[in-house]
Protein backbone atom coordinates (compact mmCIF):
# COMPACT_ATOMS: atom_id res chain seq x y z
CA UNK A 1 0.00 0.00 0.00
CA UNK A 2 1.24 3.28 -1.16
CA UNK A 3 1.13 6.59 1.26
CA UNK A 4 -1.46 8.00 -0.88
CA UNK A 5 -3.36 5.17 -0.64
CA UNK A 6 -3.17 5.24 3.50
CA UNK A 7 -3.75 8.79 3.56
CA UNK A 8 -6.93 8.63 2.07
CA UNK A 9 -8.16 5.31 3.81
CA UNK A 10 -6.98 7.25 7.04
CA UNK A 11 -8.83 10.57 6.02
CA UNK A 12 -11.55 8.70 5.25
CA UNK A 13 -11.82 6.56 8.53
CA UNK A 14 -11.20 9.43 10.68
CA UNK A 15 -13.54 11.66 9.48
CA UNK A 16 -16.58 8.49 9.70
CA UNK A 17 -14.90 7.76 13.34
CA UNK A 18 -15.63 11.83 13.78
CA UNK A 19 -19.38 11.88 12.46
CA UNK A 20 -19.92 8.72 14.70
CA UNK A 21 -18.54 10.12 18.18
CA UNK A 22 -18.60 13.84 18.47
CA UNK A 23 -22.04 14.22 17.37
CA UNK A 24 -22.95 17.36 19.91
CA UNK A 25 -23.14 20.17 17.20
CA UNK A 26 -24.63 19.71 13.54
CA UNK A 27 -21.51 21.97 12.38
CA UNK A 28 -19.59 19.49 13.46
CA UNK A 29 -21.15 16.63 11.93
CA UNK A 30 -21.18 18.74 8.31
CA UNK A 31 -17.65 19.53 8.66
CA UNK A 32 -17.00 15.34 8.87
CA UNK A 33 -19.52 14.61 5.97
CA UNK A 34 -17.63 17.13 3.86
CA UNK A 35 -14.04 15.35 4.84
CA UNK A 36 -15.45 12.50 3.84
CA UNK A 37 -16.76 13.22 0.12
CA UNK A 38 -13.38 15.30 -0.09
CA UNK A 39 -11.44 12.29 0.56
CA UNK A 40 -13.60 10.46 -1.43
CA UNK A 41 -13.42 12.89 -4.39
CA UNK A 42 -9.25 13.13 -4.89
CA UNK A 43 -9.11 8.95 -4.27
CA UNK A 44 -11.83 9.42 -7.70
CA UNK A 45 -9.92 11.55 -9.06
CA UNK A 46 -6.39 9.89 -8.71
CA UNK A 47 -7.61 6.57 -10.01
CA UNK A 48 -8.32 7.26 -13.14
CA UNK A 49 -4.44 8.52 -13.22
CA UNK A 50 -3.15 5.45 -11.64
CA UNK A 51 -5.10 3.25 -13.72
CA UNK A 52 -4.70 5.23 -17.11
CA UNK A 53 -8.61 4.76 -17.14
CA UNK A 54 -9.95 7.47 -19.54
CA UNK A 55 -13.55 6.28 -19.04
CA UNK A 56 -13.85 7.27 -15.71
CA UNK A 57 -12.92 10.67 -15.30
CA UNK A 58 -16.03 12.32 -15.28
CA UNK A 59 -16.73 10.66 -12.07
CA UNK A 60 -15.14 12.83 -9.82
CA UNK A 61 -17.01 15.84 -11.46
CA UNK A 62 -20.42 14.08 -10.80
CA UNK A 63 -19.06 13.32 -6.88
CA UNK A 64 -18.56 17.51 -6.45
CA UNK A 65 -21.97 18.29 -8.03
CA UNK A 66 -23.11 16.11 -5.49
CA UNK A 67 -21.02 17.16 -2.95
CA UNK A 68 -22.09 20.90 -3.23
CA UNK A 69 -25.88 19.54 -3.20
CA UNK A 70 -24.99 18.00 0.07
CA UNK A 71 -23.49 21.44 1.55
CA UNK A 72 -25.94 23.25 0.52
CA UNK A 73 -28.57 21.21 1.79
CA UNK A 74 -26.88 20.90 5.13
CA UNK A 75 -26.37 24.87 5.50
CA UNK A 76 -29.92 25.21 4.99
CA UNK A 77 -30.74 22.67 7.74
CA UNK A 78 -28.35 24.31 9.93
CA UNK A 79 -29.65 27.95 9.73
CA UNK A 80 -33.44 26.20 9.45
CA UNK A 81 -32.71 24.52 13.11
CA UNK A 82 -31.30 27.13 14.52
CA UNK A 83 -33.74 29.22 13.69
CA UNK A 84 -36.30 27.28 15.37
CA UNK A 85 -34.22 26.13 18.09
CA UNK A 86 -32.10 28.18 18.60
CA UNK A 87 -28.83 26.33 19.35
CA UNK A 88 -27.00 23.58 16.50
CA UNK A 89 -27.21 20.95 19.38
CA UNK A 90 -28.61 17.64 18.18
CA UNK A 91 -29.70 16.59 21.09
CA UNK A 92 -32.30 19.47 20.88
CA UNK A 93 -33.40 18.16 17.50
CA UNK A 94 -36.18 15.63 17.98
CA UNK A 95 -37.49 14.33 14.69
CA UNK A 96 -40.78 12.09 16.50
CA UNK A 97 -41.94 15.75 17.76
CA UNK A 98 -44.02 17.97 15.89
Request: aromatic share 8%; glycine share 6%.
Amino acid sequence: MSLIHLSFYSAFTLSSLGLAFHRTHLISALLCLESIILSIYIGLSLWPVQNQATSFTLLPVLILAFSACEAGTGLAILVASTRTHGSDHLHNLNLLQC
